[in-house]
């Protein structure tokens, strides 16, 4: 089994910024990728960021580049994302994830919602 902590989502007015937070615990030997997915409620889940942890690198959808920054620290299995300058549009729930390799495990979800 694997467990989630996330926290850090919130209501906040367009312009501003966020700080996602995701631990990730139990049943773990190695994490290969930790990223976050968003979902808006009537439609399909979006792939937001991912970063790999052995490398560092790092992947973003194009709506959210220069905006979003994913990071890790892969010593307690856990992933941020940074989240500067946010629109209406970001408004959904955010899921992260973690990738072991055999399977992939999904946290609760964390709503964010951007409005004045």
């Known amino acids: 089994q694997v467990q989630f902590v996330e926290s850090g989502g919130g209501l906040v007015q367009p312009g501003g910024s966020l700080r996602l937070s995701c631990a990730a615990s139990g049943n773990i030997v190695r994490i290969y990728t930790m990223g976050w997915y968003r979902q808006v409620p009537g439609t399909q889940r979006e792939l937001v960021a991912y970063?790999?942890?052995?490398?560092?690198?790092?992947n973003y959808v194009d709506s959210v580049k220069g905006r979003f920054t994913i990071s890790k620290d892969g010593g307690k299995n856990t992933v941020f994302l940074q989240m500067n300058s946010l629109k209406p549009e970001d408004t959904a729930v955010y899921y992260c994830?973690?990738?072991?390799?055999?399977?992939?495990?999904w946290g609760q979800g964390t709503q964010v919602t951007v409005s004045s």
């Open positions: 970063i790999i942890s052995g490398s560092g690198t790092t």
């Open positions: 994830y973690a990738n072991l390799g055999g399977r992939t495990y």
